[in-house]
Each structure stands twice: as C-alpha cells, then as structure tokens.
C-alpha cells in the first residue's frame, strides 16, 4: 500500500497551485533534514580525476541542507524548527552554532555516529565540488511533527526521515531533491536543478527548476507557468545558493505573495549566497533579498 497523507488545511495559493494553511505573518516551517560541518577548501581551480591541486585555505563553516534551510527561513522571517541528528563527539556543537544563532528551535537525536561532514572545493569562479559523509543523518527519523503551515525536506537524509515527514505534515510538503535520487512522494512543491529532474520519480504538481545564472522556472504539471532571472553578482561559493532560493520561495509563497514575485525573490536570494563565501553565513535576510527585487 502506497503511504498517505494529511491533505492540507485549505485551497490553493492564488496562480500557484500550492495549498495555503491559513499561515500568520510569520510562517511556521518544519525542516526535516541534514546537519553538517563544512571543511572549505579554496583553490585556483578545481582538480581533475587523480591530480592534486595546492595552494588552497581551509575554512571551516556549519552547514547541511537541512540546517542551511532553516537557518535560511529564519533570517526571512519564518518560525523554523529542525528535526535533524547530530554525533556525540566535539564537532556537534561547531555545525550547529548558526542555527542557534538564527533563533531555530532544534528537536535533536544524538546517535552514536559521527556528525556529518561536507568536503567543499571551490574554484576563483565559484564552483563547487562536494563530497558528504552523512555520519549521523544517516539514522535520522521522524516520529512527529510540531504544528506547521509547511514542511521542508531534503535528499541528505534517509527515504524514511523523507517520507515520515511527508505522512505526518498537515500543511504545505516542499521537497528540494538534492542529491538527486528517485523517491516516490507526492510533493505539493519539488524544487530541482537541471541534473536533479532527470531522477524525479514524480514531475507533476508543482515544480520549480532553478537554472544557474539564467534564473528558474515554475513547472505547473509540465508547463511552464512562471520565470525569473537573478541579479547580476560576483560568484565566490555557490554551496547555499539553491537552499537561499528554496527556503525564500517557500517562505514568500507562504506569506502569501503571488508566484512571480516568490519566484523573483527566491531567485534573489540564491544570487545573494552565491556571492559570500561559506553556507550558512552567506543566507541573507528579508531586508537583503527586498532590495535586490524590483
């Protein structure tokens, strides 16, 4: 039998097809997700198969998908709580500094598993090559959820944290499908790059594909039904950039902003984090993403 879920609360966000849940002002985001600590490497190029590249600075950041989101969706106004699974030993506490610092309410499981780790190398251009060991995400699952007007996941948790989640959330379900693997749950929202949509299982509903420089799209069950293209900006690490844009886009949709405008912003955040070095201290605020949109 296929799992089922809650359906959402109310009818759909005008022109976009997601449903709305009543959300306050300050929307409620559950983040269900990965925490890591980032070991940055910066270097004038990256290295081919087998070569060694020197002279690169190690930098150390707090990071994860999930942890990078909700630290995002806080600093854009958002109630955030993440569900997520940490290590006992002596880097939990250095990968989670900047969620306690953007305010985010954290319902943890120490396992007895290293904390999560990202190797990020990044070139004078921007790019990234990024290998992760999960560690302790690896046994995250999800039991219950907090009341919520959303629910933000990610593919650097197991299927089963993912598809708890998706059972048990009783507003909107937003799936950023990275790293791209199939997974069979009805989103209400998929967010995907390029090389992310060829693994959907599912590509009807709502799905926004982002593009890089040239911006992103909204697909409406394979049509396209909006469009956006980012400021111009100075790359230096796009490690966050897709989890700025898809924590301000379900963020914006859930404050009830129409979806060109949530696309326009999203896309404003993602340029934003590509332009500072490190994850979690490149997410911008509301103020920072309002000034950037027309």
Known sequence: MEPVRAEPTAGACEDAGVPRTGAPRRPRIVVVGSINLDLVA????????????GGATLS???GGKGANQAVACARLGAEVTLIGAVGRDVLASEALVGLVEAGVELRLEEVDAPTGVALVAIDSTGETAIVVSPGANAALRV??????DAVLCQLEVPDEAVLGA???????FCLNAAPARPLSVDADLTVVNRHELESLARRDGLVALTLGEEGALV???GEEIARATPPRVQAVDGTAAGDAFTACLVVSLLEGRKLD???ARA??????AASRLGAQPSLPTADEVDALVP
Do not use: I, M
Request: net charge negative; aromatic share 4%.
């Open 60 to 62: 150390r950041f707090p």
């Open 267 to 272: 896309c404003a955040a993602g340029a934003l």
């Open 166 to 172: 998706w059972e048990l959330c009783e507003g909107l």
């Open 42 to 53: 910066r270097c004038e190029r990256l290295p081919r198969p087998g070569e060694t590249v």
């Open 261 to 263: 405008e949530s696309l």
């Open 219 to 221: 697909l409406d069950d």
């Open 143 to 148: 039991a219950e959820l907090p009341p919520h």
